[in-house]
């Protein structure tokens, strides 16, 4: 059973998605499988990034690889993922950071236009 719904925001993460080659797709699904049906999601895969409002990481690590894919919670239930790639130093880019948290921003705006 479900705990939570994992969404995409536009073509963003899809677009990141197709990139990769199928292993890493399928490391990809299996820890989005874990973020919808585990209660309480481990560190392991899924972390607040401190300094923003409401931003997390999914983190996946396929050998030497490792790839974030930005999202963040609109309400309980609903996990909105938003863009990913490839992390190849120690800290998170703030410039992905940045690019995240207008996304976030453009969700709420245009949800509110719809209501």
Excluded at 21 to 32: A, H, M, S
Excluded at 51 to 70: A, D, H, M, W
Excluded at 76 to 103: C, D, H, S, W, Y
Aim: hydrophobic share 35%; charged share 35%.
């Amino acid at each position: 059973m479900k705990v939570r719904e994992v969404i995409t925001y536009k073509d963003y993460f899809d677009e990141f998605f197709q990139k990769q080659p199928q292993k890493i797709r399928d490391k990809i699904i299996k820890i989005l499988d874990i973020i919808e049906h585990v209660d309480r999601i481990p560190q392991t895969y899924f972390k607040y990034i401190e300094g923003t409002s409401g931003l997390f990481e999914i983190r996946i690590q396929f050998g030497n690889n490792i790839f974030r894919v930005f999202c963040f919670f609109d309400g309980n239930k609903l996990v909105v993922l938003l863009t990913g790639f490839q992390k190849k130093t120690q800290k998170t880019p703030p410039m992905e950071i940045r690019k995240a948290e207008r996304l976030m921003v453009e969700y709420y705006e245009e949800k509110r236009k719809e209501i």
